[in-house]
């Protein structure tokens, strides 16, 4: 049953994502949630992972999160569920391109898009910023504001901006840095 749920689950993400991987990250922050199959903390290392690894992150963190939910038959399960509905529209697209094309509904339908494609990875982005840098579990605890902020992890995102600014190096380079970090962060506990 289980099986049958991640397809399900990652169907409907991959069929509503519109916009690319980030867009995901919404709808895997509800299946977190409403599921249990993963924490937020475990959905953070999932994008670090994600974005660190080649291939598409929205593929990756399919990947990922149906291993942790069912091991290797969950991965697969999961990245076929999250892929299949761009591939029905795909072939669907295909076979009625020729009268598709310079349909004013269907360019339409595209511009109309566009916002809910930016809006949706905005809504990703900031909830990397929310996972990534923010408490809320230990303010909410505490109440003491300074407990709010991940304070190590700012530093880091704010010297690797200004890092990216100042010495001119390819994305990956900096993406290398961050996860050779991020592991020194978590294998050292501190």
Known sequence: MIYLRLFYEFFKTGLFSVGGGLATLPFLNDMAV??????????????AISESTPGPIGVNMATYAGFKCAGVPGSVIATLGLITPSIIIILLIAVFLASFSENRYVKGAFYGLRPASVAMISAAGCLVVKIALLNTEAFEASGNILQLFRWKEIVLAVALFFAM??????????????????????????
């Open 34 to 47: 409403k599921t249990g199959w993963f924490t937020r903390a475990e959905l953070a290392d999932m994008i």
């Open 165 to 190: 600014r100042r010495i001119k190096l390819h994305p990956v380079v900096f993406i290398g840095i961050s996860l050779v970090v991020g592991v020194v962060f978590h294998l050292g506990g501190v």
